[in-house]
């Protein structure tokens, strides 16, 4: 008899984290549970530690983006979390989460309406994948698109207004996490982690 699917909590920085979380953890054959955060990455530190506590007992997944503050993720790791419960995947989105959309190229492509020779084949290497996801927006031939991705001119904004919801739209029926690991070793890391997590709690990783 197979085992039931094991729930797995998470904490994330915003809303686009939620969906890809849950993505994540249906890929690998778990169940998605609550997802708490979401109110940004400040938030989310401060919280660290007892989302940590609830690992103890049961499986959690907490996800942030790298973005500029460090070089690379371990210290980001070091500084936030010295010793991870049995069943917790802290896992680092480098430099964004962005950078595991994009490097699904050709679903981005196909979403997007624009060519796939236009999407960035390293994401990781790029210091603003969100920025690089906008950009390849201006481009849509699809008008709705861009008045949704791209920023209006004069708005001081870095996003459009309904960025958020078009990006869910992506990685809830489109994007391809199998695919978009072979682009992105840190997206690659969190789904090895997610896999031991759900296929055994009892060797299921800490932060590596």
Known sequence: MMPPPVLVSAAVEGL???AVVQRLIDHVGGV???VYGKNGKTALRSRVRGYNNAAQRAPWIVLVDLNGEYDCAPPLRSA?????????????AV?????????????????????????????????????ALVDLARTSRLRAMREDMVPREGSGRSIGPAYPSRVIEF???QWRPDVAARQADSLQRAIACLRRLTGGLQDAPRTG
């Open 171 to 173: 990685v809830r029926n």
């Open 32 to 34: 998605p549970g609550p």
């Open 95 to 131: 430099r964004e989460v962005e950078a595991w959309l994009l490097a699904d190229h050709e679903s981005l492509a196909h979403f997007l309406r624009i060519a796939a020779a236009r999407v960035p084949r390293q994401p990781e290497t790029l210091d603003d994948p969100k920025r």
């Open 16 to 18: 686009v984290d939620e």
């Open 80 to 92: 936030w979390l010295r010793d991870a419960a049995p069943h917790l995947c802290f896992r680092v």
